[in-house]
């Protein structure tokens, strides 16, 4: 039998318009959500556990924060989690994905907690966008401002692409 | 982390993990006396304030709800409040209703959250939350089931579960359909009942031999539990927001870049659950008082470590008034009343679910602020932790290093601090010589 159903994907954004390029992630996940209506927006989050009860039976999750890795500011970078086997990722090290963050439990932790307990997403899927500043005060700077469209097209890749899918 | 010899004992946690924000905790013992507890809070100063400086006055309750991410309804009413009062209006009693109703819904998500996933484990012998599923999976479901329903609440008032965007200064954007807001009727009587059971669950736990002396201070409003209206209450008398705004003065501590507020500038005291349920059990609907009582919890409680059964009979009060709304819902004629903006001051105190939220603001002619102060519940009880912490470590001077840096740390979540709210970690220090 074919599935009919169209899955169900969840876009988080994560951070603070209000801390400069911390808002990347909600204006991108925003966008996204508004490109395919089907998809359900989740945020501005800024505490991995306000994801759960949200997720639940969702196909795919795509989270979306700013990251400051060292990168190039502007960089973009997609890490899929693999939610089966959870594994001590280098994720788990990073502060705001770990164990242990500014907010009690991190994304890989509230993953774990979800699995024990039957409501874990079946993919997750986090976009990163390499930012510049955090301090107070608002605004993207020039190069995430410049990375917002591909980002927004890369979110809206993986949504069209689960729910042709399902 | 643990380091120290006999004579010398220090005893360091880097990071004291569920607790919303950064900061560190060091305790000093000499001859088994502590002389020194100080919770240090590292991250740059309150600057929001100043970032609200030059806006217009209807943006206040949106941009400090974005600001503090973890009680964003408690912002915005607070700052709905404080407009309103500077400009000399009162909502009428639907807009006043939908409000306590939005606030149930951040109580009952808070309180749900901290209580399964940031207390309980501690008393539980766990690590923190995903251990805790693991060994009760059923009893943490109960938990997120909970909190789903206060989101439900949230985004069924309030245009979204996490951020809210419904509200305004004067009300609301637009009133939820009668349809939406009785269809919560079914899922808050759930959520009551578990809510029940979970002051059944926390009650069974073993609480240290702990009392502190407290100074209380909460809303008090005559006829109901107060969240959302009310006046200052402190040593039994009643004070407006503008006063308690005079006396409790903030000071900056160097170790700190958060502010400690004492009354008068010398003496501290604590908001929040343990305050409200002293100064305001009386009040609770039959089911709480009910639920308490059979806890064996009678106010005050001055046993820090009960605080999630405080909470927790919190809890059930906020799904049984969310209902009590719920049923008795009218749409607002208007989802707003009109407010014009005058060159005065406005101050306004709600109860935040970890206690009281002041907002202070001077605004002009123009509806321009020129000026403003937010007074967040943990710069209040920032003291009053550090004196539970001292009174802890006297106690258990007899712990092994590992046990006693679990308690201090699990003293420090009794009160469900903010830290991100009030400035940002905590490690831990235990010098004993």
């Known amino acids: 039998m074919i599935d009919t159903r169209t899955a169900k994907v969840v876009v988080a954004g994560f951070g603070s318009e209000y801390r400069h390029d911390d808002g990347v992630g909600t204006l991108v996940a925003e966008r996204a959500v508004a490109q395919v209506s089907t998809s359900h927006f989740v945020g501005s989050l800024s505490d991995p556990l306000d994801l759960l009860g949200e997720w639940n039976g969702a196909d795919l999750v795509i989270v979306v924060d700013a990251i400051h890795s060292g990168a190039p500011v502007g960089t973009l970078q997609t890490i899929e989690i693999d939610v089966e086997n959870l594994s001590c990722t280098a994720l788990d090290a990073e502060s705001g994905a770990g164990e242990s963050s500014t907010h009690g439990l991190g994304l890989v932790a509230v993953l774990r907690l979800a699995r024990a307990i039957n409501q874990a997403p079946r993919r997750l899927v986090i976009i990163g966008i390499e930012g510049e500043r955090f301090d107070l005060g608002e605004g993207l700077s020039a190069s995430v401002e410049a990375a917002v469209p591909e980002a927004v097209a890369r979110v809206v890749e993986f949504i069209k692409e689960a729910q042709s899918c399902a | 982390m643990t380091h120290g010899a006999r004579s010398s004992r220090t005893i360091s946690a880097e990071g004291i993990s569920r607790v919303e924000g950064e900061g560190s905790l060091r305790v000093r013992v000499q001859d088994g006396r502590v002389v020194d507890v100080a919770l240090d809070i590292f991250e740059p100063p309150r600057y929001f304030e100043a970032l609200l400086v030059g806006r217009h006055f209807t943006e206040a309750p949106d941009i400090t709800a974005r600001i503090c ?13 404080a407009m309103e009062d500077a400009c000399g209006v009162v909502v009428d009693e639907r807009i006043e209703a939908l ?6 819904g951040e109580w009952i998500q808070s309180h749900a959250l901290h209580i ?3 207390h309980a484990p501690d008393f539980l012998g766990c690590a923190d939350a995903v251990e805790l599923a693991d060994l009760d999976p059923i009893g943490v479901t109960r938990g997120l089931d909970i909190k789903r329903t206060g989101n439900l609440v949230m985004q069924t008032v309030g245009g979204r579960a996490v951020h809210p965007v419904n ?6 954007y637009r009133s939820p359909e009668l349809d939406s807001i009785r269809a919560l009727a079914e899922p808050l009587r759930r959520a009551r009942d578990a809510a029940l059971e979970t002051v059944e669950w926390v009650a069974g736990f073993e609480f240290p031999d702990v009392t502190s002396e407290y100074r209380f201070v909460a809303l008090d409003q005559s006829d109901r539990y107060a969240i959302d209206g009310g006046r200052p209450s402190l040593d039994g008398h009643t004070l407006s927001a503008a006063q308690f705004a005079e006396i409790a003065v903030e000071e900056h501590v160097e170790r700190s870049t ?4 004492k009354l008068d500038g010398r003496d501290r005291y604590l908001t929040g659950p343990l305050a409200r349920f002293a100064l305001n059990a009386s009040r609770l609907p039959e089911v709480a008082r009910d639920a308490a009582a059979a806890a064996g919890l009678y106010a005050p409680c001055v046993n820090p470590f009960r605080s999630i059964v405080v909470r927790a009979v919190e809890l059930v009060f906020a799904c049984d008034e969310a209902l009590r709304l719920v049923e008795r819902y009218e749409p607002p004629v208007q989802p707003a009343i009109e407010v014009v903006a005058r060159a005065a001051t406005g101050t306004a105190t709600t109860e935040a679910p970890r206690g009281l939220l002041l907002h202070q603001y001077d605004i002009d002619d123009d509806g321009i602020i020129r000026r403003a102060r937010i007074m967040p519940p943990t710069s209040q009880n920032q003291l009053s932790i550090e004196d539970d912490l001292r009174r802890v470590v006297e106690n258990g001077l007899s712990l092994d290093d590992e046990e006693l840096q679990w308690r201090c740390e699990q003293a420090v979540r009794n009160h469900d601090p903010c830290i991100s709210c009030a400035a940002h970690f905590l490690d831990l220090t235990v010098e004993t010589s």
Request: charged fraction near 10%; charge should be positive; include cysteine.
């Open chain 2, 167 to 172: 509200v305004r200064v004067g009300g609301f």
């Open chain 2, 69 to 81: 991410g973890i009680c964003p309804v408690a912002y915005q009413m607070s700052a709905c409040l």
């Open chain 2, 116 to 118: 399964y996933l940031l």
């Open chain 2, 99 to 104: 409000r306590r109703l939005l606030y149930c």
């Open chain 2, 258 to 261: 958060a502010l400690h507020a």
